[in-house]
């Protein structure tokens, strides 16, 4: 064999080793549901509903599976900061995939937890994970209730809305 044709042979063996290894053996794309925007809409003004019929001047927040911002109201005369709570809320209960209030005990059962600072992230009840089956694909916060049992009573009440959506 030339050094020329040593020199080829060498060249696409290398070539070939390269692109195997830039491709992964099972590569293949996600495929996963996500909230629709008429959905979100309907979890947060079903939550906001439920809070105004009872006098509470509230904010909402739904966030998609990601933590995004999907739908925000700051209702008539709610307080400044609960517009800040109820997506802080809600990201805390996508991002853990539990309750807020959930992850609120546990950081008082477990106070080293508390080292952990995430931005975005708050310990108060008022937000519920929304789950497709077992998968998590967003979640609810409400702030501005006379408590958070009765922030979450609202989020759940938008959830409970598309119940049959989410089976």
């Known amino acids: 064999m030339s050094t020329m044709q040593l020199f080829r042979a060498k060249s696409i063996a290398a070539i070939s080793l390269a692109c195997a290894l830039a491709l992964p053996a099972n590569a293949q794309l996600l495929n996963q549901k996500s909230l629709s925007a008429t959905l979100a809409l309907t979890i947060a003004q079903t939550a906001y509903d439920a809070c105004t ?13 990601e933590g995004e911002v999907l739908v925000a109201i700051r209702g008539d005369q709610a307080s400044p900061h609960t517009f800040e709570n109820s997506e802080r809320k809600a990201y805390t209960a996508r991002t853990f995939k539990k309750s807020s209030g959930e992850f609120a005990q546990q950081l008082k059962d477990n106070p080293t937890l ?23 694909i967003g979640a609810i916060g409400v702030s501005g209730a006379p408590g958070g049992d009765k922030d979450e009573a609202c989020s759940k009440a938008g959830i409970d809305k598309v119940a049959a959506e989410l089976s």
């Open 114 to 136: 508390s080292s952990v600072h995430l931005t975005g992230v708050i310990a108060a009840q008022g937000a519920l994970p929304i789950k497709l089956g077992e998968e998590v």
């Open 53 to 65: 019929k009872q006098g509470y001047h509230v904010s909402v927040h739904v966030v998609g599976r």
